[in-house]
């Protein structure tokens, strides 16, 4: 029988987190006022154990045992070779992928959820706020506050809280409290609802609703977490390509090409980044992060500084951005529907060292159904992004001949997400394309800022 899974024992568990900072030069976050953000700045936001990880540059940081006690529940998560994909795509390539579909939230969040919840409590922490946009991040925030005893409030995308009930549900059951945003309990969120009653929501304003929830509690017991963008988030995530490579090292094989999907950028970070370390130092290697048509921030934005959040509340971060004032569609992947991306995916990509690609909304339906008819698996609307990705690129060794070794992250189950797989099933989806107008238009508001120097790494 040929080996399709390939385990790592809880002993074989990276004990440090991999930090790209260490490899990669930086804009650096602005103020208000224009000038370098310092860490100081962030304390009313995050806790300084957390600012110190975020501003760091060292290249090796320990996951302290507490957090390691509480990944070992599902990590190391199993490498898979997707040998019936591969036959039903008659390629030579070797496709892999790597399942956090295995957390107790079902997706790959967990690894700096559960981070976080605990630096927060170190620091005396009693009360989490963040946004969601599918539900993922919001549950995965949830389940770590409660492995540590802390309370949790999540905002999440109106589109998503009404397309995805059982997230919520998810939520409730390990003691978090689940709102649909925009809402009326901040200020943000009431701004937004006066301009746009029926609006769907995006998650940069659920982070102005959940930043805001935060810094305004008069106990100080308070900070906002976030679940991707910010390199602590990222740093968080590296576990994933780290098992990864001890994987394919047990085996003798090494990607030519690594594939993840790209909302914030947290999980394709996760897999990618140790595999950049490789890049940076001469390994020849193709690295693709993936994105919605309709939600194009790396293939049709520039790269700029912009806020995080609808409401200006966050930095100004120096990233590819379609606006923060641009409210993406519906699209059922609402993981994905962020009109930024991570500052170091974004250095990242100005450099020529990773390589976007954008897939439209049927053509990711109809690779997660190949997936589910081959492997077995129903892989999440956001992953689905990835495998289209994945599928084109084994098409194309095929027509070169070539046995390339493709290398995915599956980002997570859509066992939740069920109901966008009916709609796909009776033809109710359809691609959703957006005019040049309308980017234009949305980012009119980066006029405003200064624009990032483009930097060399290497």
Not at 26 to 38: A, E, R
Not at 112 to 132: D, H, S, W
């Amino acid at each position: 029988m040929k080996t399709k899974k390939v385990y790592l024992t809880e002993d074989e568990m990276p004990r440090q987190w991999y930090n790209v900072l260490a490899d990669i030069k930086m804009n650096p976050p602005l103020g208000p006022d224009g000038n370098p953000l310092s860490p100081d700045d962030l304390a009313p936001v995050f806790p300084m154990n957390l600012i110190e990880q975020e501003v760091s540059t060292e290249r090796w940081i320990d996951i302290p045992e507490e957090v390691l006690s509480v990944l070992s529940i599902w990590r190391p998560s199993p490498l898979i070779r997707a040998y019936s994909l591969e036959a039903a795509l008659d390629t030579p390539a070797r496709i892999y992928y790597k399942y956090e579909g295995v957390s107790p939230p079902g997706s790959h969040k967990p690894n700096t959820a559960v981070a976080q919840a605990y630096y927060n409590k170190a620091f005396g922490i009693k009360k989490l706020t963040t946004e969601t946009g599918a539900g993922q991040w919001g549950s995965a925030l949830a389940f770590a506050c409660s492995q540590f005893g802390l309370e949790c409030k999540v905002f999440m995308v109106r589109i998503s809280f009404d397309q995805k009930p059982y997230r919520k549900s998810m939520m409730g059951t390990w003691g978090a409290t689940c709102i649909a945003s925009p809402s009326t309990e901040t200020q943000a969120g009431r701004g937004v609802l006066e301009n746009d009653p029926d609006t769907p929501g995006s998650l940069g304003i659920a982070i102005s609703e959940a930043i805001e929830a935060a810094v305004t509690d008069p106990s100080g017991e308070t900070r906002y977490s976030l679940g991707s963008v910010l390199n602590h988030v990222m740093l968080h995530q590296t576990i994933i390509g780290l098992e990864a490579k001890k994987q394919m090292e047990k085996i003798g094989e090494y990607p030519d090409i690594v594939i993840g999907c790209a909302g914030g950028g947290s999980n394709f970070a996760g897999l990618a980044f140790p595999y950049v370390l490789d890049k940076i130092n001469g390994k020849d290697i193709a690295i693709y992060p993936v994105e919605p048509e309709a939600c194009p921030t790396l293939t049709r934005a520039p790269f700029a500084y912009d806020h995080g959040d609808y409401a200006c509340m966050t930095p100004l971060l120096p990233m590819y951005s379609l606006g923060h004032t641009f409210v993406p569609p519906p699209l059922h992947a609402g993981g994905l529907r962020y009109h930024g991306m991570a500052p170091t995916v974004s250095q990242l990509l100005s450099e020529g060292i990773l390589e976007a690609k954008a897939v439209n909304q049927l053509s990711t339906y109809k690779a997660g159904m190949l997936l589910a008819k081959t492997e077995g698996v129903i892989p999440a609307p956001e992953t689905n992004h990835a495998l289209a990705c994945v599928i084109d690129e084994a098409k194309k060794a095929k027509e070169e001949g070539k046995e390339k070794v493709i290398l995915f992250n599956y980002s997570g189950h859509g066992l939740i997400d069920l109901q966008a797989y009916d709609k796909y099933l009776s033809g109710q989806l359809e691609n959703i394309a957006l005019k040049e107008d309308t980017i234009e238009e949305s980012q009119k508001v980066l006029d405003q800022y200064p624009k990032p120097e483009l930097l060399k790494s290497t």
